[in-house]
């Protein structure tokens, strides 16, 4: 996800100078910054990421549970 809250509310867009950990805006959970390189270009793509196993259920994870 793109979006995500702090604890205090606000909310802030995945980005490289974004703090490492946030809340999920959907289910309240905590989700970790992560980055991956874009393909053919040396820029990075950042996002937010519930942990492992945690939160499944949340409509905001890209992929349906397993």
């Known amino acids: 996800m793109k979006v995500a809250k702090l604890m205090e509310g606000t909310e ?3 980005a490289k ?3 490492p950990a946030a809340n999920c805006r959907y289910c ?3 989700v970790i910054l992560r980055g991956r390189k874009v393909m053919g270009s ?4 950042y996002y937010w990421r519930h942990l492992d196993n945690q939160n499944r259920n ?3 994870r890209a992929r349906a549970s397993r």
């Open 42 to 45: 040396n820029k990075k793509s």
């Open 12 to 14: 802030i867009k995945a």
């Open 58 to 60: 949340c409509p905001g």
């Open 17 to 19: 100078d974004a703090p």
């Open 28 to 30: 309240g959970g905590k």
